[in-house]
């Protein structure tokens, strides 16, 4: 339980994040778009030192807003049309996908409430982690998950050298 | 003014949906992987949030959200090297216009 300071700032950390996200998903110019998705993953990295996971924060910024928001700008200026305004950036199915998006957010919503008025979850009070975050996860990785941290180490070669093979120019 | 696991759970779930709009609606591959971010992005919240709030002592759920990071970055690679593709021979990015396998 967050409570305080804290709590008021989960409460401004969350209206940026989701003021900065439907920015994301309707603003025409896809360039604003990238660039306001840069902001939301900050607001993600910031909820992560609330919930004290201070590697996780630091590791979201390098990768999510250091490489993946840049190779998606990168990608925006190699392809789209960014001085044509007129181009519709939206299908016919905004209406129903609207309809869709309530729905799943409002039957996820009563789940929760209604699993919280049954006594909800097994809350532990005592949320102090002994140690470091970041000395906890790395024998986490090197103890308990070596096995999946191989196998994704050679899933993450495997997209690099499918990367490189599919987007070059074949003579 | 308390926040609680629940409101955690909350904000997750309105990302995801804000993100499943998104992908439903954008009519742009660049787009479509942007929100697919989003939707990541609610989901390590879960993981990290019940990491901190049930299981204290240990934090698998960090661990989790690790390997969800990672994945993402492969899928945004390998993505964005397939729209590169397409649009080298569409001259476009648009994915209603790409139906020559729609039979």
Redesign the interface.
């Known amino acids: ?4 300071s ?3 700032a ?2 401004i950390i ?1 209206f940026v ?2 003021l900065s ?2 920015a ?2 309707t603003l025409k110019n ?1 360039f604003h ?2 660039l306001f ?1 840069v902001l ?2 900050f607001a ?1 990295a910031a ?2 030192i609330l ?3 201070e ?2 924060a630091a ?2 910024v390098l ?2 807003v250091g ?2 928001s840049i ?2 700008i ?3 200026m ?3 049309q960014l001085t044509n305004y007129n ?5 016919e ?2 209406l ?3 309809l ?3 729905c ?2 409002g039957i ?2 009563f789940a ?2 209604t699993n ?1 008025k049954l006594g ?5 009070e ?5 140690g470091s ?1 970041t000395a ?2 790395g024998q ?2 090197m103890r ?2 070596i096995l ?1 941290f191989e196998v ?1 180490s050679v ?2 070669l ?3 050298i ?3 093979v ?2 070059k120019r074949d003579n | 003014m308390q926040v609680e696991l629940i409101h955690f759970l909350c904000l997750a779930a309105i990302l995801f949906g804000i993100g499943l709009y998104g992908v439903l609606t954008r009519r742009n591959a660049i787009g479509i992987l942007m929100c697919v971010e989003l939707m990541f992005n609610a989901v390590n919240i879960n993981f990290i949030s019940f990491a901190k709030f049930i299981t204290p002592d240990k934090i698998i759920g960090q661990v989790f959200a690790v390997f969800v990071i990672v994945i993402a970055a492969a899928e945004a690679t390998v993505g964005l090297a397939i729209v590169i593709l397409i649009y080298r021979n569409f001259k476009d990015v648009f994915i209603d216009k790409m139906n020559i396998m729609k039979w």
């Open positions: 339980m967050l409570e305080g804290t709590a008021i989960f409460y969350s994040m989701i996200a439907i994301v998903v896809i778009a990238a998705l939301t993953l993600v909820l992560y919930l004290s996971a590697f996780l590791v979201q990768i999510y490489a993946i190779l998606m990168f990608a925006v190699l392809t789209a181009i519709k950036q939206t299908n199915q905004s129903p996908a609207l869709i998006s309530v799943f957010i996820t919503i929760i409430a919280n909800g979850f097994p809350i532990k005592n949320t102090e982690i002994a975050n906890n996860l986490l990785l308990d998950f999946p994704v899933l993450l495997a997209a690099l499918g990367a490189i599919i987007a």
